[in-house]
């Protein structure tokens, strides 16, 4: 599957992993959860025996228009019959537990997943009780364990900020470059500097402004001496150089120059 096909997928629901929220205590935790997935474009929530029952309309109060995720969230009566179709799962826990298992950050976890993916298997992730996480007998059904690299003197994290995590990682692999929210007018935003629709100043443009600057410059007595003068104007030239001026920038700037130089005109007449 080329990365195109997998952002299509993914947007589908066909390929990101399920998140199993085991005995979730509240329903604004699991609320706030399904928001995380949705940010993250993660589709496919499960819960194993909410402990205030289901549907809740707290839950969707605080999904805060995720309800499409709560909507179609699934119950299960056991962790067992929660995973029975996966064919891979990992356990997210503060601690390895004693336990002989790959250890794995959120964003390893998802690289693994998304490979296992590709092959045709399904993932899931784990999460468990708000205030215990999971217990070791669900832990001992998982293939891995997945802890972040939090501060170790303050490791508790709450049940969306861990759902985030592994949609965060997730929505980063399979979006590739594109960040926040693609639109009609502007597309996908990037890493980088935008410089929207104008285009970078030429060379020639450039080259046209530095001698305007230079002789207004030379008019106002700015080389102090004439040894000095061509380090100066080297240093002016890739201070400028260094800030990747656009066209509609070298003519802002050209016209300050005239602005300038024309109020000192006036002054001396």
Known sequence: ??????????????????????????????????????????????????????????????????GEVIAKAEVFPTLEAAISDLHYVAATTARIRE???????????????????????????????????????????????VIAPVNPAFASINLAQAVLLIGYEWRKLVAGASLGRATAFDGPAREGLHINKSFPASRGELLAFFQHLETELEEGSFFKTDDKRASVIRNIRNMFERAALTEQEVRTLRGMIVALTGLRRVRHR
Do not use: H, Y
């Open 1 to 66: 599957m080329s990365q195109t096909d997998r952002i299509e997928a993914q947007s589908a629901g066909q390929t990101a992993p399920v998140i199993v929220l085991v005995e979730p205590q509240l329903g604004e935790n699991i609320g706030q959860a399904a928001r995380a997935m949705a940010n993250f474009a993660l589709t496919e929530l499960r819960l194993v025996a909410p402990r205030d029952g289901w549907p809740s309309e707290k839950a969707l109060a605080a999904a805060s228009g995720a």
């Open 99 to 145: 336990m002989v298992k790959p250890v794995l950050s959120p964003e390893s976890a998802v690289k693994l997943m998304a490979a296992k993916a590709d092959g045709g298997e399904r993932c899931g992730v784990l999460f468990g009780r708000e205030r215990s996480g999971l217990e070791n007998d669900e832990i001992a059904l998982a293939d891995s364990l």
